[in-house]
């Protein structure tokens, strides 16, 4: 069922939860971390949903401290999603299409594996499948994001307490792997779930969930609260360890809508990982020591809110949202942050130092 999106539509008023542990962001210690990605998500795909919603109060607008990431990767300007993905959650720059991986052939550990070996519960919640760059750069090391049958050995492997998103046929098909992973997994204790609805109702981890063959469909097509029910069923899972977590969110279609070049599903798109960034901040206001950093891992489209009217000494007659390319763009990116720590993000910096920042604060030493 296709979705038509009415553009004239106000936004519903704006429910912010009474704000308390989250207005305070210095010298509170980091306990929890819940890190958004907007995978392609550039400063003019945030300011296109703020005019979507007349400039109403966007979850953005929420953001307590931004800062400016440089997305560069080893070989290129621009970057791709797993040297990205394994640059936030590695440190490290890599060359495009490897994650977890130096371009010597090094594999270097990620922030999920740091935070598994320090007793914290780790999460992470995606759209797309969980084989993408963007997840793979989180819990994988492959020479090419492409070596479909190594990453999701690793993600099996690693066994976070959650991981869910689309993707079943990479773990299950003989096409892409020699071994049924879904098996293997559930051998070695991991709960598999294969909707959404069997994820709610679930709470025994780690819990692996792959909700579609391949990439979770994109929200034209289904409803916005995938996200968020998502997240909040991981939460709230993973908050019963005392140690604290460390949770990776991923608006993985914001990218597709952006190199389709397709303004209502980007619009969409947004829609759904506005509603997981409001989630996000909520609970930081409500549990004491979570940090939120929102950030993308790369602009895509080179996205320009324009004016209809070139002459720009007249009273507006309308915008549209354009685009420069059907790829990625070396814009930088923005970051928003909420919470314990959020005043640490502030500045003109790497994508490497957003890795460093969650560090020093979540994992110590
Ligand atoms: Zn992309």
């Known amino acids: 069922m296709m979705r038509k999106r009415i553009f004239l539509l106000l936004a519903a008023a704006m429910v912010v939860a009474a704000p308390t542990f989250g207005k305070n962001p210095k010298n509170q210690k980091v306990k929890n971390v819940i890190f958004l990605i907007g995978d392609g998500m550039g400063l003019a795909a945030v300011t296109s949903w703020m005019v979507d919603q007349h400039y109403d109060m966007t979850a953005f607008d929420r953001a307590q401290y931004t800062g400016l990431c440089k997305t560069y990767s080893k070989n290129n ?9 394994t640059a936030l959650a590695t440190g490290y720059k890599t060359d495009n299409s490897m994650v977890g991986r130096l371009p010597d052939g090094t594999d270097v550990p990620n922030i999920t594996e740091m935070a598994k070996d320090k007793g914290l519960s780790t999460g992470i919640v995606i759209t797309s499948y969980l084989l993408d760059g963007t997840p793979a750069g989180f819990t994988a090391h492959a020479t090419n994001r492409g070596d479909r049958e190594d990453i999701a050995r690793d993600i099996v492997a690693l066994k976070p307490d959650v991981i869910v998103g689309g993707g079943r046929k990479y773990f299950v098909d003989p096409q892409y792997t020699s071994e049924n992973l879904i098996e293997k997994a559930k051998a070695e204790g991991v709960t598999y779930v294969s909707t959404p609805e069997e994820f709610y109702a679930t709470r025994q981890t780690p819990i692996l969930g792959l909700f579609s063959e391949d990439s979770y469909p994109m929200v034209i097509d289904r409803d916005s609260d995938f996200l ?3 997240m909040n069923h991981t939460l709230d899972l993973l908050d019963d360890n005392k140690k604290g977590f460390f949770v990776m969110v991923e608006g993985s279609h914001i990218d597709h809508a952006a190199h389709a070049n397709n303004a ?27 940090l939120v950093v929102v950030t993308a891992d790369h602009e895509t489209g080179g996205v320009v809110v324009v004016s209809n009217n070139k002459d720009f000494t007249k009273g507006e007659s309308g915008i549209d949202i354009k685009f420069a390319t059907g790829g990625h763009s070396g814009t930088l990116v923005p970051v928003y942050s909420y919470g314990a720590g959020a005043d640490k993000f502030t500045g003109v910096y790497e994508n490497t130092d957003i890795f460093q920042k969650i560090k020093a604060l979540l994992i110590r030493k």
């Open 228 to 230: 968020t029910d998502a």
């Open 264 to 290: 209502e599903q980007l619009l969409f798109e947004m829609e759904e990982f506005d509603k997981a960034v409001n989630a996000a901040f909520d609970y930081a206001d409500t549990h004491k020591g979570t």
């Open 77 to 85: 300007r621009v970057t791709d999603s797993a040297a990205s993905a």
